[in-house]
């Protein structure tokens, strides 16, 4: 039978870890934590920030290490390892950060009022009000 493992141990080694743009699969891996951890990080709101907060910072790593990748002339023969990388570190950088990174959202609305009628009202208001100071005099 499987011991149980205390994830609360390996918690802040995991984010350490993510936050430096290691991939979560691979840490989890190489500490030997086993596949559940990630299930046990959603299931709890403050976990799951903090999760996130992690994969976020790496988002900025990330963007280091795409900008160093762009700059690198690569040897013709590399040129599509190099365009799939950079897509997938963009791919990356968009889900940990998405309010930096991800596509941008424009909403656009138009609005069509007819103040042809509030026109009327304010005309006819201006016509009682002549007519009263008229009766007054």
């Known amino acids: 039978m499987r011991q149980k493992q205390n994830y609360d141990d ?3 080694d995991v984010l350490n870890e993510v936050a430096t743009g290691e991939p979560v699969h691979k840490v989890l891996k190489e500490k030997n934590i086993h596949k559940n951890f990630l299930a ?4 709890d709101e403050q976990r799951k920030e ?3 907060k992690a994969q976020a910072v790496s988002s900025e ?7 160093e990748t762009a700059m ?4 013709p023969e590399e040129m599509f390892f190099v365009k799939v990388k950079l897509d997938a570190l963009k791919f990356l ?3 940990y950060n998405p309010d930096k990174y991800g596509p941008k959202k424009q909403v656009e609305q138009t609005i069509n009022v007819d ?3 509030a026109i009327e009202a304010a005309d006819q208001r201006v ?3 002549k007519t009263r100071l008229l009766d007054n005099d």
């Open 10 to 12: 390996h918690f802040l």
């Open 40 to 43: 046990w990080v959603y299931a």
């Open 50 to 52: 903090l999760f996130s």
């Open 61 to 67: 790593v990330l963007a280091s290490q795409m900008h």
């Open 72 to 75: 690198t002339p690569p040897d």
């Open 93 to 95: 950088m968009e889900k």
């Open 115 to 117: 103040i042809a009628a």
């Open 127 to 129: 016509i009682e009000g």
